[in-house]
């Protein structure tokens, strides 16, 4: 079993930058990827970005490049979303999630297919 744990969400006034991290624990395997999500109240699951954990591949919501990154820290367990210039649709639930992967490609974009999950590290944005 895997368990997720996000940290690192607060609130901002637009402008400011956020750093989260995904805690990664219990039986993860040799590779995995991991992705943040967002959900505002509402509104549907959106992705942000992706990471291979092995590859350090990344994929980035598209408008979200240049604002958004993805990173690992230096062992595989840890991954972080760097959030700068925030804004206040930035603002809502982020979560991340896994999935078991031993490739070398950039992960997938949908939500759908990630099995294991975090509760989720609020953001909020003020303008």
């Known amino acids: 079993q895997v368990q997720l744990v996000e940290s690192g969400g607060g609130s901002v006034q637009a402008g400011g930058s956020l750093r989260l991290s995904c805690a990664i624990s219990?039986?993860?395997?040799?590779?995995?990827?991991v992705g943040w999500f967002r959900q505002a109240p509402g509104r549907e699951r959106e992705t942000v970005a992706t990471?291979?954990?092995?590859?350090?591949?990344?994929a980035t919501t598209v408008s979200l490049k240049g604002r958004f990154s993805i990173s690992r820290g230096n062992t595989t367990n840890t991954v972080y979303l760097q959030m700068n210039d925030l804004r206040p649709e930035d603002a809502g639930m982020y979560y991340c999630?896994?999935?078991?992967?031993?490739?070398?490609?950039?992960?997938?974009?949908?939500?759908?297919?990630?099995?294991?999950w975090g509760r989720g590290t609020q953001v909020t944005v003020s303008s």
């Open positions: 999630a896994r999935y078991y992967y031993l490739g070398s490609f950039s992960c997938s974009l949908d939500h759908r297919v990630y099995r294991d």
């Open positions: 219990g039986d993860t395997g040799d590779g995995a990827c």
């Open positions: 990471i291979n954990t092995r590859s350090a591949s990344t």
